[in-house]
């Protein structure tokens, strides 16, 4: 059993530096850092060691109390919910700021919640500057000049937070075998943060009607049934030319990233605004890194209302009204959400022809109808990305039961494949010796991973194949030469006798 860290949470307000020490701290760039205000929002957990102890290592976004808007009011509760489990709080301050009114607003909401905090007096970058942290002792507890950016005196603030709390003693961090990384990718505002409170069973990411609320990835553990995931929410991709702040631009690099180290992702798609180009993007960015995919369309219910309603409305239409027998009237509840399911699916495949092989889900995050359905998928994700096929079992399946001569593209050479294995694992790539030097046409291709993925089930993963050219022996150069020269000579039977039989005539 994983032993609980004692965690150490860093608040202030905003464009102190928190980030900065939170990187600093951990040793990670996972926070965001960008001269814009207001840029961390969700929690954001790492892990500090030091002196052979380890501390967990909370960064929360710059709080501002008295803002009544939807965003600063979810920053402040989801600080609310830090602090309640924190061993220590270090208030963040700007040295070159001074102290000012909302800093000391902050301490006397951190003295109100009975845990011990000390104050970190960042962007104190030289000895001269150390002055600057002295106005700070009028709040009354321990002052740390610190310059997160460089490093200078943190250690002293580590010796505190090692004083202050029950540290457990470090150890060597191994990967856990069987964890399943799961990225909930796709454009903003689609429903990511919802699926993940859903899905880990909290609010643990801040959901708002304001597109491009999440910005830092947010990454959660958690176990269901007997299976271990780590749930990763992104921020919501868009083309370049649409990200503007700094802030945005390097949130969408790090959506890539989180997606680059996930098996699994979860490719978010709004239900009432059907698939977009964004989302055919982003579907492809999954699909060249290798990831194994699960197509989420998401505010399914939002969905269904709206084809009820646009059914009613095209029944009041003439046209609507021609389709019914005289004095029949149109019944909504005949409406058949199967029905708009089926032709919805047949829509999202013509759109993403590319990830036939992914499985389809429709869901509401927000009411939890059908969400149950998303930990099967997943886990039959991973199976089959994880899945080996013995040399045997593919070379026996590729004498007998596949004819490679139906998936030759016509009036090229015949493709013979002399042997197939399987090369690694994460996506399954295929390494085949043929005889072709230049490599098979995608259409080929194609053919052959539809002859794999009918034989052995491979739901929801890419299937990569590598091409090598085999130098043939003489006996099987002699055989195919031969096997060319009988259908020549059949063909020139055939055309002597079509010549006899029109000089009979």
Same mark, same amino acid.
């Given at each position: 059993?994983?032993?609980?860290?004692?965690?150490?949470?860093?608040?202030?307000?905003?464009?102190?530096?928190?980030?900065?020490?939170?990187?600093?701290?951990?040793?990670?760039?996972?926070?965001?850092?960008?001269?814009?205000?207001?840029?961390?929002?969700?929690?954001?957990?790492?892990?500090?060691?030091?002196?052979?102890?380890?501390?967990?290592?909370?960064?929360?976004?710059?709080?501002?109390?008295?803002?009544?808007?939807?965003?600063?009011?979810?920053?402040?509760?989801?600080?609310?919910?830090?602090?309640?489990?924190?061993?220590?709080?270090?208030?963040?301050?700007?040295?070159?700021?001074?102290?000012?009114?909302?800093?000391?607003?902050?301490?006397?909401?951190?003295?109100?919640?009975?845990?011990?905090?000390?104050?970190?007096?960042?962007?104190?970058?030289?000895?001269?500057?150390?002055?600057?942290?002295? @106005?700070?002792?009028?709040?009354? @507890?321990?002052?740390?000049?610190?310059?997160?950016?460089?490093?200078?005196?943190?250690?002293?603030?580590?010796?505190?937070?090692?004083?202050?709390?029950?540290?457990?003693?470090?150890?060597?961090?191994?990967?856990?075998?069987?964890?399943?990384?799961?990225?909930?990718?796709?454009?903003?505002?689609?429903?990511?943060?919802?699926?993940?409170?859903?899905?880990?069973?909290?609010?643990?990411?801040?959901?708002?009607?304001?597109?491009?609320?999440?910005?830092?990835?947010?990454?959660?553990?958690?176990?269901?049934?007997?299976?271990?995931?780590?749930?990763?929410?992104?921020?919501?991709?868009?083309?370049?030319?649409?990200?503007?702040?700094?802030?945005?631009?390097?949130?969408?690099?790090?959506?890539?990233?989180?997606?680059?180290?996930?098996?699994?992702?979860?490719?978010?798609?709004?239900?009432?605004?059907?698939?977009?180009?964004?989302?055919?993007?982003?579907?492809?960015?999954?699909?060249?890194?290798?990831?194994?995919?699960?197509?989420?369309?998401?505010?399914?219910?939002?969905?269904?209302?709206?084809?009820?309603?646009?059914?009613?409305?095209?029944?009041?239409?003439?046209?609507?009204?021609?389709?019914?027998?005289?004095?029949?009237?149109?019944?909504?509840?005949?409406?058949?959400?199967?029905?708009?399911?089926?032709?919805?699916?047949?829509?999202?495949?013509?759109?993403?022809?590319?990830?036939?092989?992914?499985?389809?889900?429709?869901?509401?995050?927000?009411?939890?109808?059908?969400?149950?359905?998303?930990?099967?998928?997943?886990?039959?994700?991973?199976?089959?990305?994880?899945?080996?096929?013995?040399?045997?079992?593919?070379?026996?399946?590729?004498?007998?039961?596949?004819?490679?001569?139906?998936?030759?593209?016509?009036?090229?050479?015949?493709?013979?494949?002399?042997?197939?294995?399987?090369?690694?694992?994460?996506?399954?790539?295929?390494?085949?010796?043929?005889?072709?030097?230049?490599?098979?046409?995608?259409?080929?291709?194609?053919?052959?991973?539809?002859?794999?993925?009918?034989?052995?089930?491979?739901?929801?993963?890419?299937?990569?194949? @590598?091409?090598?050219?085999?130098?043939?022996?003489?006996?099987?150069?002699?055989?195919?030469?031969?096997?060319?020269?009988?259908?020549?000579?059949?063909?020139?039977?055939?055309?002597?006798?079509?010549?006899?039989?029109?000089?009979?005539?």
């Amino acid at each position: 059993m994983t032993t609980q860290l004692p965690s150490l949470v860093i608040l202030g307000r905003p464009n102190v530096g928190k980030s900065t020490l939170f990187n600093r701290l951990t040793g990670t760039r996972r926070s965001i850092v960008t001269n814009e205000p207001g840029i961390t929002r969700d929690r954001i957990y790492g892990k500090a060691e030091w002196r052979g102890r380890a501390l967990e290592i909370v960064d929360t976004g710059g709080i501002v109390p008295d803002d009544k808007a939807l965003i600063p009011q979810e920053i402040l509760r989801q600080a609310h919910v830090a602090i309640k489990k924190a061993a220590l709080l270090v208030l963040v301050v700007d040295s070159q700021a001074g102290l000012t009114p909302l800093d000391e607003e902050l301490a006397r909401l951190l003295r109100t919640t009975g845990k011990p905090f000390v104050i970190a007096v960042n962007k104190v970058d030289a000895p001269s500057q150390e002055a600057n942290a002295g @106005v700070f002792h009028r709040i009354g @507890v321990p002052i740390f000049p610190i310059a997160a950016e460089h490093g200078t005196g943190v250690d002293d603030l580590l010796d505190e937070a090692l004083k202050q709390t029950e540290v457990v003693a470090s150890v060597e961090e191994e990967k856990q075998p069987g964890v399943i990384e799961v990225a909930i990718i796709g454009r903003p505002n689609v429903g990511k943060s919802t699926l993940l409170n859903r899905m880990v069973g909290e609010e643990r990411s801040i959901v708002s009607p304001i597109p491009g609320t999440t910005m830092d990835n947010v990454d959660l553990e958690i176990t269901h049934g007997d299976r271990n995931y780590r749930f990763v929410d992104t921020a919501g991709i868009r083309r370049k030319g649409k990200t503007t702040l700094v802030a945005e631009k390097l949130s969408v690099v790090m959506a890539r990233r989180g997606l680059e180290r996930c098996d699994v992702a979860l490719l978010v798609v709004d239900g009432e605004q059907g698939v977009t180009q964004g989302d055919a993007q982003i579907a492809s960015y999954a699909e060249e890194s290798g990831r194994s995919v699960v197509i989420v369309i998401n505010k399914w219910d939002l969905a269904v209302v709206a084809a009820r309603a646009a059914a009613s409305r095209d029944a009041a239409t003439t046209k609507g009204k021609a389709k019914r027998a005289p004095g029949e009237r149109h019944k909504p509840e005949n409406f058949d959400p199967g029905r708009l399911m089926f032709d919805y699916e047949k829509m999202i495949r013509a759109k993403l022809k590319f990830l036939s092989y992914a499985p389809i889900v429709f869901l509401s995050a927000q009411t939890g109808e059908r969400a149950d359905k998303l930990f099967p998928l997943i886990n039959q994700c991973w199976e089959a990305r994880q899945r080996r096929i013995s040399t045997p079992a593919l070379n026996n399946w590729l004498k007998e039961e596949v004819d490679l001569q139906r998936g030759t593209t016509p009036g090229a050479r015949p493709v013979r494949i002399y042997y197939i294995t399987q090369a690694k694992i994460g996506p399954p790539t295929f390494l085949i010796f043929t005889n072709q030097k230049t490599p098979l046409h995608f259409s080929y291709e194609r053919f052959l991973e539809n002859q794999l993925r009918a034989k052995f089930d491979f739901i929801g993963t890419p299937v990569r194949f @590598v091409q090598r050219l085999r130098k043939r022996d003489d006996k099987s150069e002699r055989d195919e030469k031969s096997s060319r020269g009988d259908q020549s000579s059949r063909r020139n039977k055939s055309r002597r006798g079509d010549k006899s039989s029109r000089g009979d005539k």
